[in-house]
């Protein structure tokens, strides 16, 4: 009886997966033909088709030009930083073992774009004849940034082997604040082209995604993302606390040194690619938690499918909008995010009570 | 065998746990007891393998504590703390398969059905941990700590427990000590904080008595349960009934019974 209640509930999960992946798809494709160059339906598909070789009639090379190489990497890229930013929200939480905790919350997005403002303002300049260099080092700052933060806020909110809901959050502040004045500093030394940059770090932007891009983004969040999904055992084991996961034998100093790292640099990468897009790693676990229920086993890859989805939505939405124009995207993420997460508060209140 | 020798453990400069020696056999239920503050708590992490010694040693089966990786360690003991919270909507069923965390078991869904039979948690599995009753968290909890050392190995495994009675009526005491009670004779050994003298006397095979970081006394409950020793452990004054029929021992302040019983004898 238990045996088939598992293999009913793994059976569930797997739908509960392939539906949000059909999901994502349709969501991508709907992203391919919408914009401020029209293509239709029809012809996106036909687009598509050609490229795996199976074109039926002709097809216009400017649409399939604005679909390929403007499009599309940017529909890709938008699915890795929302995926990544969901499943790292997700691992953050459960290691933190705080429902409240978010990559924008507790200071990873801000020390990464503090990182990546100083690499732009100071050594960009410096590393011109050096394009590789360049390249890889504004994600590399990224990363450090937000893995330093991250360890800050961890070590400060630690007592007694608990995070404290309340110090965790003072923390968070405290440390985005500092992150905040930092960058404001180093704005002071920049140039007016460092400046425009600030905007996009402050307010999350796909714009400039494109194909240069999507390597690193494939390797340095695809990757990362995919290990953590091996983590959703030792999370199980975590959200008990971190003394019972130890008697149940897992190593967790090495196992929350791992966490982190992997979330900092799923978030990271995505801030030097993107700049800071919050609320989805904070809303994107909530619900699938209510939806799905607490298993990591779900939590995990069913946050990435629709942190992906969500991400493409409010891009969807930032070019369509008030096009020729764009809505930065972290704007819309926010706008949308905020009362909802309001709303959640309030249900989740009233539920205990 | 759980072997302690000599364990000493102090926090800065400050003895907690003072030379303290004991030993838990497989099969046997030993009780823990002391007043608040005696080095309980401290013991016990220290047995876990979560604190290290400063000085002294601790062996599972022969091995030192020390040599043990967490892994390891989990298969031979499973480790009880008084309070486990969980923030998350997990159901029953999933915290009690958190058990099996760290290894592979070979029948995973036998052990948790046989688990889940014995703590009594079979009908509520479905219900998220955070909706149940004080009684049933516990049993909950019992059966996740259960089920990491349910399966038969060559060597005997050890079950730690602090306080796990500490907010349940009498009827799931009971319960949760006749749960204990069954698993003597599957090669387990069980050490337990206890705070009721009552029900350490009643399943404890034998008892260790600590006061100020100390072992006071140990050994089988008649050997430790003297009036003058109990009142000196825990600096109260405690009187001891002995029930004639079942050579049972009761135990009672005796500050307002200052009279002798008829029914009683003294020990």
């Known amino acids: 009886m238990i045996l088939s209640s598992t293999i009913a509930k793994s059976k569930y999960n797997g739908i509960v997966l392939t539906g949000m992946s059909m999901g994502l798809l349709i969501i991508g494709i709907l992203s391919l033909s919408a914009g401020a160059y029209s293509i239709s339906f029809s012809q996106t598909i036909q687009i598509l088709l050609d490229q795996v070789g199976l074109a039926s009639q002709e097809i216009n090379t400017s649409a399939s030009n604005v679909l390929l190489q403007i499009r599309l990497p940017r529909i890709l890229i938008a699915t890795l930083i929302g995926g990544g930013l969901g499943i790292s929200g997700a691992a953050l939480q459960g290691m933190f073992r705080n429902p409240l905790v978010e990559p924008g919350l507790i200071g990873v997005s801000s020390g990464s774009a503090l990182f990546a403002v100083i690499f732009i303002v100071f050594f960009s300049q410096l590393l011109n004849n050096f394009p590789l260099i360049n390249q890889l080092g504004l994600p590399l700052f990224a990363f450090i940034g937000g893995l330093i933060n991250v360890l800050a806020v961890y070590r400060l909110s630690r007592g007694q082997g608990k995070t404290d809901t309340a110090t965790l959050i003072l923390a968070g502040v405290a440390i985005n604040a500092l992150a905040g004045s930092l960058i404001g500093l180093s704005l002071f030394f920049a140039d007016d082209s460092a400046l425009r940059s600030f905007t996009f770090w402050s307010l999350g932007d796909l714009g400039s995604s494109s194909w240069t891009k999507f390597p690193t983004a494939l390797l340095l969040i695809g990757l990362p993302a995919i290990l953590l999904l091996t983590e959703a055992r030792n999370l199980n084991a975590l959200s008990l606390g971190e003394r019972e996961a130890f008697h149940m034998g897992i190593s967790i100093q090495r196992v929350k040194l791992r966490l982190l790292i992997l979330s900092a640099l799923i978030v990271g990468i995505g801030v030097s690619i993107a700049g800071m897009i919050g609320f989805v790693g904070l809303v994107v676990p909530h619900l699938i938690r209510i939806g799905f229920g607490a298993n990591h086993r779900i939590v995990l890859p069913a946050s990435f499918l629709l942190g992906a989805i969500l991400l493409n939505l409010a891009d969807l939405i930032a070019r369509t909008a008030v096009a020729p124009a764009e809505l930065p995207i972290g704007v819309l993420t926010a706008l949308i995010g905020t009362p909802f997460f309001i709303w959640l508060i309030f249900k989740l209140n009233l539920s205990k009570n | ?267």
């Open chain 2, 1 to 267: 065998m759980l072997q302690a020798t000599h364990i000493h453990f102090c926090i800065r400069q400050r003895p907690i746990v003072r030379e303290a020696s004991m030993e838990v056999k497989p099969g046997e239920i030993m009780a823990i007891l002391g007043p608040n503050g005696a080095g309980k708590s401290t013991l016990f992490r220290l047995l876990a393998g979560e604190l290290k010694c400063t000085r002294g040693k601790i062996n599972y089966n022969g091995a030192s504590i020390e040599g043990l990786k967490p892994k390891e360690l989990a298969t031979v003991r499973a480790v009880m703390p008084q309070h486990s919270t969980v923030n998350f909507p997990f159901t029953a069923q999933e915290v009690i398969e958190l058990g099996n965390s760290s290894h592979q078991a070979s029948h995973p869904e036998k052990n948790l059905q046989e688990v889940m039979k014995l703590t009594q948690t079979s009908f509520f599995k479905d219900s998220l941990y955070q909706n149940l009753s004080g009684g049933e968290k516990q049993r909950v909890q019992l059966a996740r700590v259960l089920l990491q050392i349910w399966e038969k190995k060559p060597f005997p495994r050890y079950l730690l427990l602090d306080e796990p009675t500490s907010s349940l009526d009498i009827s799931q005491q009971h319960l949760v000590l006749n749960i204990l009670q069954k698993l003597k004779n599957q090669n387990i050994g069980i050490l337990v904080i206890l705070h009721d003298l009552n029900l350490a006397a009643h399943y404890a095979d034998r008892i260790a008595l600590l006061k100020d970081g100390q072992v006071a006394a140990i050994g089988k409950v008649k050997e430790v349960f003297k009036e003058s020793l109990l009142s000196d452990v825990f600096d109260h004054p405690i009187r001891l009934i002995h029930h004639l029929e079942s050579d049972q021992v009761l135990v009672s302040s005796n500050e307002f019974y200052n009279y002798p019983l008829k029914t009683t004898k003294q020990a």
